[in-house]
């Protein structure tokens, strides 16, 4: 269990990722550094649609990326309203959760290490082009080398700044999937899949719209205790004074 010092440490090293990131928005030409973050985030996005198929009885035949940081994966069977929703709640989720567990900076090796693991075997088993492969064995084997030969401040800092990443960018493609199931929904994306398994009686914006609200909950409670964990417990509150009475009866007693 972390305690509140590193909480509070753990706490700064998320607003210097956050700070750099919203940096980055503003440098001319800073985002061909941040390209490859995007398709990381869309390999996880497509990951997300995978473990979905896998987790219902589906079947997975392989996961494209393409250099317009967009992406397919090619199931069969599973539960088709889950496997299309996950793309994005799974983004948010992965993002949400790496900033709850990265409140210990013990837990920064761990979470760079599961996730290389996780992006390597999904690369070997469902990799199903160049820039999928480049994309999951570059991360794969990078995030498993810093957990394992960076030190740990280096690490906590690296996955910080990945779980920004990741939220921020899931935000940013919901925005554009909004845009798309308003005004031209013909084109084919998650929603559109959604609307089309319904039999269209729901259309695509309001799955976006669920979607986003999801997101935005998730990302709200996220912060709701992560906030909480920063403020001082009862047993803070209550323990100097103890350790002020525990003085008071020691310098009362005479030595011998």
Known sequence: MQTQVETRESFKLLLFASLLTLVLWFIPFAS??????RLFVTFLHEAGHALAALATSGGVRAITLDWNESGLTYTQGGWRLLIS???????????????L???SARHARLAAIGTGVLLLGITALFGGNLLAWLVGLLFGAGLVAAGVK????IVHFVMSFLAVQCLLNAFYHLRALLYLSAFDPSIPTDARN???ATGGWIPPIVWAFGWSLFSAVVVTGTLVVYYRSLRPGPDALT????????DKVMSSNPRV
Do not use: C, F
Not at 85 to 99: C, K
């Open 194 to 196: 959604m609307s089309d």
């Open 239 to 246: 323990s100097a004074p103890s350790v002020l009475l525990a």
């Open 101 to 103: 567990l990265l409140r």
């Open 150 to 153: 960076l030190k740990p401040s």
């Open 32 to 37: 061909i550094l941040t390209y490859p973050l």
């Open 85 to 99: 929703s996950a793309g994005y709640l799974s983004t948010t989720a992965y993002g949400a959760g790496l900033l």
